[in-house]
């Protein structure tokens, strides 16, 4: 299913949008990487109803880094992260 995103927010420092189609194992991948950025001051998920998973996520910066380039910063790094994990894993299973 394809992810559609929905800007609820923006001011700028913070940013709000809604995920639709994305539940706790992306939404906590997502805010633990953005937590990991030192320009960002807070990053949270919430999941407002268990039957429709439209999570929002919530993001404020410090400084005058726009939570956009924070968001872009973490997906990227997020990509780094898989491509590395499935080159090791290709490696490791390569027969012969």
């Known amino acids: 299913m394809p992810l559609k995103i929905n800007v609820l927010e923006r001011t700028k420092n913070g940013l709000k949008i809604e995920l639709e189609s994305e539940g706790h194992t992306f939404c906590n991948l997502l805010q633990h990487t953005l937590l990991q950025d030192k320009s960002v001051e807070m990053a ?26 924070a968001l872009t ?18 490696k490791g299973t390569k027969t012969g």
Do not use: Q
């Not at 910063?73 to 290709?90: C, G, V």
């Open 44 to 69: 949270g998920y919430d999941i407002p109803h268990p039957l429709v998973s439209h999570p929002i996520l919530r993001i404020r910066t410090k400084g005058n880094k726009p939570p956009e380039k």
């Open 73 to 90: 910063n973490a997906l990227k790094a997020i990509r780094e992260i898989i491509d590395t994990f499935l080159k090791e894993f290709e």
